[in-house]
């Protein structure tokens, strides 16, 4: 028999006979069935689009690695980015490629991730994004305006590729925090 519990009050106090102890007895409501499988598909369901959006990230930061090695790597008897934002980028991009395949594999593997910890993912992820893509461009832009003849426009596509799904990628990822607190104010998601 599932217990249909409904109180009007969440705390009940009773006085027993020994002495002058007050024990206090917390009785909540508790769901039937068919109520704690509509809040579980609920659940499923949000977990699923934030799932979606994980592995839609996940991708574009794989492109931006790829689009980003070439001039990195290659820049020398012209530079291309300058160390430092070699080094934002790499470390940018690392990061989080770490961070959201191991976000994905938790949630494969039915490990729960809270919701404020990713939403702080997120808003650090959008801040070094929306970094490292300006700085890209910057340098695109530095390295076109220098005039090298012939210019390389092979290693300049790339560099103004990396740069624009960079911030392609901020732009996901503040989807992604707008959903993840959306959702995990109002409890569907853990």
Known sequence: MTANVQLA???????????NELIFLEISRLETEGEMEARDDTSKSSSLILVGIKVVELCLIVVCLGLIDDPANNSHNRIFISPRTVGISYATIGAFLIFTAVYIIMKIFSDSCPWKTSSLMSILAVILFIACGTMLLRDWSYVKERGFWPPNTQRLDLLLGAGAVSIVIAVVFLVDLGLTVLLGIKGDVE
């Open 9 to 19: 009050e969440s705390q009940v106090a009773r006085k027993f006979g020994r002495g």
